[in-house]
């Protein structure tokens, strides 16, 4: 058997490019698997990503929801001081109105009221008056009371307006203090707020890209899929080809061993020996027939 027939190397050949197809073929899905598996790495450390920072909005969220209580509560206190002031300022409106009442009333200082009060009593009781001069020195006696009287509600007002004064400037201070706690409680608002909304964008990002990295995994899972699958079936067309070989092979190598031993059997009528070529050699021992 000195070479083999055309069709023999068609199908050698097409078996040898499928070779060559399978390899690029692997490449190219190993490629894609690849790709595919950097994808999913990277969409699931966003998941991750994303998964702490939706724990850090909760945690943020609650924070800036506490403030907002606190925030509440002193806008409570402070609304409570202002209308405390707004009833000491009623109060000392009213106080201030009777003491401009009162000091229209006044025609004599206190002190020179006192002293005629003194002179006044001492001269009753020291001198022999006559029923006339008596009655007038208890009438001025009686106007000097009225005067001292009115300066002693005087002091009370302004005793009372003191005491107001203090009040006002204590709750002045209160409300100073409350507002200087809501500046401080506005202020870490809004730093919660602009962290929210920092983390809150960070999340967006961190979502979509998620979105984006599985669903270029998807697509080269896909590709290294199809690739696969092409695989698959140039391996069964290799298959198929090499067994359509074998069979081929098998079929020409009986009919070599037919046409020899009919060849070796006439050599044997004729009284001759034939010379065993190295292959018809081989050929023989591999059907067992030497």
Do not use: C
């Not at 391996?235 to 067994?243: T, W």
């Amino acid at each position: 058997m000195k070479g083999e027939p055309e069709n023999v190397e068609a199908l050698m050949r097409e078996i040898e490019d499928l070779s060559l197809e399978i390899l690029e073929l692997r490449e190219q899905r190993n490629r894609f698997n690849q790709e595919a598996k950097t994808w999913l790495r990277r969409g699931e450390a966003l998941v991750d990503q994303a998964g702490q920072l939706k724990r850090e909005l909760r945690s943020l969220k609650d924070e800036a929801a506490k403030l907002r209580a606190r925030i509440r509560e002193l806008k409570g206190k402070l609304e409570d001081v202002r209308r405390q002031l707004a009833e000491k300022r009623r109060v000392r409106d009213e106080l201030k109105g009777r003491l401009r009442e009162l000091k229209n009333r006044i025609s004599i200082s206190k002190g020179r009221a006192e002293k005629l009060f003194e002179e006044l009593e001492w001269q009753i009781q020291t001198n022999p008056l006559s029923p006339e001069e008596e009655r007038k020195l208890i009438e001025r006696i009686k106007t000097l009371e009225g005067q001292l009287s009115i300066h002693g509600k005087i002091g009370s007002v302004v005793e009372e307006l003191n005491s107001n004064f203090q009040d006002l400037q204590a709750l002045k201070d209160q409300a100073d203090e409350i507002r200087s706690q809501l500046d401080e409680v506005y202020s870490q608002l809004r730093e919660k707020l602009s962290s929210i909304e920092e983390k809150s964008r960070r999340l967006e990002e961190a979502e979509r890209g998620a979105r984006e990295a599985y669903q270029k995994f998807t697509n080269a899972k896909v590709q290294a899929d199809r690739l696969h699958s092409r695989i698959i079936e140039a391996l069964n067309r290799q298959r198929s080809l090499k067994g359509s070989l074998r069979e081929f092979r098998r079929s020409r190598e009986l009919e070599a061993i037919e046409k020899l031993v009919e060849e070796l059997k006439e050599a044997y009528k004729q009284g001759k020996k034939k010379k065993l070529t190295l292959e018809e050699f081989k050929l023989l021992m591999s059907r067992g027939l030497i």
